[in-house]
């Protein structure tokens, strides 16, 4: 049995809408990448920042969830496996790809959230709005 572990976990946001595609066998497959920010202090006390790319690719039925759901700028948790996959280039080189096989999502702002930056909130109503003056007793 073996003792070891490869999780990762990252929230961040999208760099870019979401690529969809399906494989030769129809297994919907979503790749996005997403900036996952750091900050600190140097010894100097100076605030510095740091941004990591991170590239996302999703299968199935999660794939089209993001797909449909995410684009530029969408916050997300995502969680999953870390695989190193080999392939060749056009001259026959061989290349290595890091990536995260994403096995949950959850999106950190829903529709409301940007939507509620460039919508003004309706008025509030009251219970009593729906009332005609006829209908009040007294």
């Known amino acids: 049995m073996s003792n070891d572990l490869n999780l990762c976990q990252f929230i961040g946001r999208l760099g870019k809408d979401p690529e969809t595609s ?33 590239s996302v690719v999703a299968f199935g039925k999660l794939a089209e969830i993001m797909g449909q759901y995410l684009k530029k700028g969408s916050k997300v948790y995502l969680s999953g496996k870390m695989s190193t996959r080999k ?16 096995g ?15 919508e003004p909130k309706p008025a509030e109503t009251s219970a009593f709005d729906n009332f005609d003056s006829e209908d009040i007793p007294f």
């Not at 392939?87 to 994403?102: F, V």
């Open 87 to 102: 392939w060749q280039d056009k001259s026959g080189q061989d290349r290595y790809t890091t990536e995260i096989i994403a």
């Open 104 to 118: 949950d999502m959850q999106m950190l702002e829903g529709r409301s959230d940007s939507q509620a930056k460039a």
């Open 22 to 54: 399906a494989t030769p066998s129809g297994t919907t497959v979503t790749k996005v990448s997403i900036a996952v920010g750091e900050q600190w202090k140097d010894k100097a006390g100076q605030k510095k920042e740091s941004t990591t790319w991170v």
